[in-house]
């Protein structure tokens, strides 16, 4: 195992790794290191701290590797989205409405080369969430869907099914919010799935040819996996979990996932489970790590997070939240026998 100093881990490969600490994203790639800074913010004066960047979320922030040469990214830090390229360096595109960043998934990439996302927000008052789309890839975005006022609280992500080549969008978090909207790619022809309730809460998907299958992210009931047939439509439960399930992430023929812990059932049990799967059905734990002391509403849920890009299974990156050990590091795992 070792510890990098940075708190996230955006993207991982061989040519190229991206990471970041507080205001700062750190990028390696052709033996080179760029150094990409956010504009700094009054409550950057914290930073200095560790405690005051997670009591004040500014730890928080989005790096999505559009292409690698020439280098092209997308960033999202506190409400404000940025485009990034070598020629012109960092320049805003974008302010959200009721978002500060979105969750450690992937921006969709669709085949035809454009970029979604939605916002992802506390919205206490539930007015409209928005979906965004890029056709320049990042560097201008437009309002391509939005739900209506009272319909959701936000956006967990979207997807874009390799078989059928439609978007499938997910949401919460209350019961009659859960809900998946799959559609073309101008959400001009659009299908709901779901009758609301937490089984159709989830952060993240997976596409198999006869099966599309999800990991509850509900931390209201107990979480399972979730199988829906893509014929019958129809779902069933399968493996069940510590937590709510936030992230996951593939690995040549493995599949890997973590549980969080947030208030709800999670918080008895008290860790965050790193499981790894071959099947989607049995599941089994190879790490946990203890939600740590500080309090969890104000500093954070215990939280295990992975990188974009292609990982490997003895050289395995992680990062976590509030949770004893792993608080604020990326650290690298060799798993080649935990199956």
Not at 115 to 142: C, H, M, Q, T
């Amino acid at each position: 195992m070792q510890y990098l100093d940075f708190e996230i881990a955006h993207y991982v490969s061989e040519k190229i790794k991206i990471f970041s600490k507080s205001r700062n994203v750190h990028i390696y790639y052709n033996d080179k290191k760029v150094i990409i800074s956010f504009p700094f913010k009054l409550w950057d004066f914290f930073n200095f701290s560790r405690t005051f960047r997670r009591f004040l979320r500014t730890d928080k922030c989005n790096v999505f590797l559009i292409s690698d040469y020439p280098l092209q990214l997308v960033l999202i830090r506190q409400g404000e989205v940025f485009h990034y390229n070598q020629n012109n360096g960092l320049k805003r595109t974008l302010k959200l409405k009721n978002c500060r960043n979105l969750m450690h998934v992937d921006i969709c990439k669709s085949k035809n080369g454009c970029l979604f996302f939605g916002e992802y927000g506390a919205n206490n008052d539930r007015i409209e969430v928005p979906i965004y789309k890029s056709s320049d890839k990042g560097v201008s975005w437009d309002v391509v869907y939005e739900f209506p006022k009272n319909s959701i609280k936000h956006i967990h992500c979207i997807k874009e099914d390799p078989f059928t080549n439609k978007l499938w969008t997910f949401t919460g978090d209350n019961d009659g919010e859960c809900k998946i909207l799959i559609s073309d790619i101008n959400f001009d022809d659009r299908e709901i799935l779901g009758d609301g309730s937490q089984k159709w809460r989830a952060c993240d998907v997976f596409f198999l040819k006869n099966e599309v299958v999800w990991l509850m992210d509900s931390p209201n009931e107990i979480s399972y996996s979730v199988h829906l047939n893509r014929i019958t439509k129809k779902i069933r439960l399968g493996a069940k979990f510590n937590g709510p399930v936030w992230y996951k992430t593939k690995v040549n023929d493995f599949f890997l996932c973590a549980s969080s812990v947030e208030p709800g059932y999670s918080v008895e049990y008290g860790y965050s489970d790193l499981l790894i799967s071959k099947d989607l059905l049995n599941w089994k734990i190879i790490k946990s790590y203890k939600k740590d002391n500080y309090n969890i509403d104000l500093f954070k849920y215990g939280v295990i997070s992975f990188p974009q890009g292609i990982n490997t299974i003895n050289n395995f990156y992680i990062f976590g939240e509030a949770l004893k050990n792993i608080d604020g590091k990326v650290i690298t795992l060799n798993l080649e026998h935990e199956y």
